[in-house]
């Protein structure tokens, strides 16, 4: 009977430890989660700028929220029928505005992230319809609310420029991690 009741102390012993190290373990589990940050937002303002000189002649603004490490699109425009010489007739081609994000993390005050931006025109004076476009893609760094002209170029056809400005605003955060 010694035997036995050596043998139940050594089953009660090992039982306690793996129920010891598995309470530990979900402690250390749960003190992650809690001191793990909550995911952040930021309302990003976009401003495509056409300027003349030093003076704004037009000014058009897409804006989307988006978390810190996800990707955030916008995507503004029409899709313009051009005719062809081929059988169906006509092609459609998209203008407008494409706007892509990704890769955005909050450092001192700061948000650097991707931008890939697309804008596109039709030319209204000209016949077949000429398409004026402009493309930018870069790693970027904006001050947190501050706005900053990230992408500028020449027009090729007149002395204007283009513009696109970024305003990054942090978003709070609700009951669930859903910005508001």
């Not at 009660?12 to 250390?28: E, F, K, V």
């Not at 978390?67 to 062809?84: D, F, L, S, W």
């Not at 059988?87 to 706007?99: Q, R």
């Not at 209204?124 to 398409?131: A, D, R, W």
Request: hydrophobic residues 40%; glycine residues 10%.
């Amino acid at each position: 009977m010694r035997t036995t009741t050596r043998n139940k102390a050594n089953l009660a012993i090992a039982c306690g430890a793996i129920l010891l190290i598995a309470g530990n373990c979900t402690a250390q589990d749960e003190n992650a989660k809690s001191t793990a940050e909550p995911q952040k937002y930021f309302h990003l303002d976009f401003v495509v700028k056409q300027l003349e000189g030093e003076k704004v002649i037009g000014a058009r603004h897409y804006s989307a929220t988006t978390a810190v490490g996800q990707k955030g699109e916008i995507r503004a425009g029409n899709k313009v029928p051009i005719q062809t010489g081929s059988a169906a007739g006509l092609t459609f081609v998209d203008v407008g505005v494409n706007i892509d994000c990704t890769a955005a993390k909050e450092i001192e005050g700061s948000l650097p992230l991707s931008v890939f931006a697309e804008i596109s025109s039709v030319a209204v004076s000209s016949n077949p319809p000429l398409i004026r476009q402009t493309k930018w893609s870069s790693n970027v760094i904006v001050p947190i609310g501050k706005p900053t002209v990230i992408f500028s170029s020449d027009d090729l056809a007149t002395k204007g420029q283009t513009q696109l400005e970024l305003t990054a605003t942090p978003v709070g955060v609700g009951a669930g991690g859903v910005p508001r």
